[in-house]
């Protein structure tokens, strides 16, 4: 089979540890038979411990410091990270690169730390409003890609997610041609940054919800989603992935 779509569901700060256990199991008992697609978790750090998944259902954090160990107070380590068997790091979100003022100097160290661990990170990108009104979307996601990917020399591991910072938790969802357009010319970016392995998966994310997943995973170049609200219901991630799911099949 061909590459799996990718459905992650970032908690953010949401959803004890007890909540989100109870969540994955009655996620894991709707969606029994999913075969074409990979569902990813990202509880907040306490709901991390214990949590054994097993394919289709992989085990995420929301972020993690680059350094190993240390008087860093508050953070966490990417080898605490890896013995709760996460697998996924995300990295840049638009909430942690402006409410938490991460730099892309700050992202690029991140994510040269995880390249060296077994971990994976999903990098997100995406422009301000402002940035699209100018018509400065393209010179906004590259300059964030080169600068986010600077000295990284493969990607082969990596999940790129395209987040309009504007659709993020705003009810507005990007359109096609929007969102085609972006994952297109994210697309050409990593062919010249990386000529001979680029084909890492491209998500959407910013208000994905049960109405729009359908229309949205035909587009062209969208390989999945990273959804926030929507992920915290049962019944609406578990329809969104259905939806993925059917399209594949
Ligand atoms: P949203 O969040 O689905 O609530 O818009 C997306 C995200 O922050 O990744």
């Known amino acids: 089979m061909d590459k799996k779509n990718i459905v992650a569901g970032n908690w953010k700060m949401n959803k004890t540890p007890l909540e989100g256990k109870r969540f994955i199991r009655e996620v894991k008992s709707i969606i029994k038979d999913i075969h074409c697609t990979e569902i990813i978790f990202f509880p907040a750090f306490t709901g991390l411990f214990d949590t054994q998944l ?25 080898e605490m990270l890896n013995e709760c068997e996460v697998e996924y790091i995300l990295v840049g979100h638009s909430e942690r690169r402006q409410l938490f003022n991460e730099t892309d100097a700050v992202i690029n160290k991140k994510i040269r ?84 392995k680029n084909n890492c998966p491209i998500l959407y994310g910013g208000s994905v919800n049960t109405k729009n997943a359908k229309d949205l995973i035909q587009i062209s170049g969208v390989d999945g989603f990273l959804i926030g609200g929507a992920s915290l219901d049962k019944d609406s991630f578990t329809s969104i992935v259905r939806d993925v799911e059917n399209f594949r099949r």
């Open 113 to 196: 730390s995880i390249q060296s661990s077994k971990l994976k990170p999903i990098l997100c990108v995406g422009e301000t409003i402002d940035d699209r009104k100018s018509g400065l979307t393209k010179d906004f996601l590259k300059g964030q890609l080169v600068k986010n990917l600077e000295g990284i020399d493969s990607i082969e591991n990596f999940i790129i997610a395209y987040e309009p910072i504007w659709a993020i938790g705003t009810g507005e969802t990007a359109n096609k041609e929007q969102i085609y357009n972006a994952h297109s010319y994210i697309k050409s970016i990593l062919k010249k940054l990386y000529p001979n």
């Open 54 to 78: 097993n394919n289709p259902f992989h085990l995420g954090a929301q972020n993690c410091h680059w350094e190993t160990s240390g008087a860093f107070t508050g953070e966490i380590s990417i």
